[in-house]
């Protein structure tokens, strides 16, 4: 099976900072889109940015100018480097990505998502 990893959440003052990463491990054949959303307690998740293989990013406009997604296709690995964060940032944030698996026809992707990593941003 395929298992999503998200690290590198915690806790900053607002105008701080913090780099989550996720890695994708299994019987992954190739990846498509990998994305981070985030889901705040009382509300609903939500898409904070998207990254398809060999595409350009897309951003949520509360986060444009202050994240950047980037992958490392040889890691199979999604990164978001979070800047000048806000109390409104709170959130437990989830990776989510688009694979084809080994066994399976190489056009069918699966939706994986992981478990989710606190990011705790204070004022």
């Known amino acids: 099976q395929v298992q999503l990893v998200e690290s590198g959440g915690g806790l900053v003052q607002a105008g701080g900072s913090l780099r989550l990463s996720c890695a994708a491990s299994?019987?992954?054949?190739?990846?498509?889109?990998m994305a981070w959303h985030r889901q705040a307690p009382g509300q609903a998740r939500e898409l904070v940015a998207a990254l398809a293989s060999g595409g350009t990013p897309n951003y949520a406009d509360s986060v444009e100018g202050r994240f950047t997604i980037s992958r490392d296709n040889a890691k199979n690995t999604v990164y978001l480097q979070m800047d000048s964060l806000k109390p409104e940032d709170t959130a437990v944030y989830y990776c989510n990505a688009d694979i084809s698996i080994h066994g399976s026809p190489s056009w069918k992707l699966y939706d994986f998502w992981g478990r989710g990593t606190q990011v705790t941003v204070s004022s």
């Open positions: 299994g019987s992954i054949f190739s990846i498509n889109a």
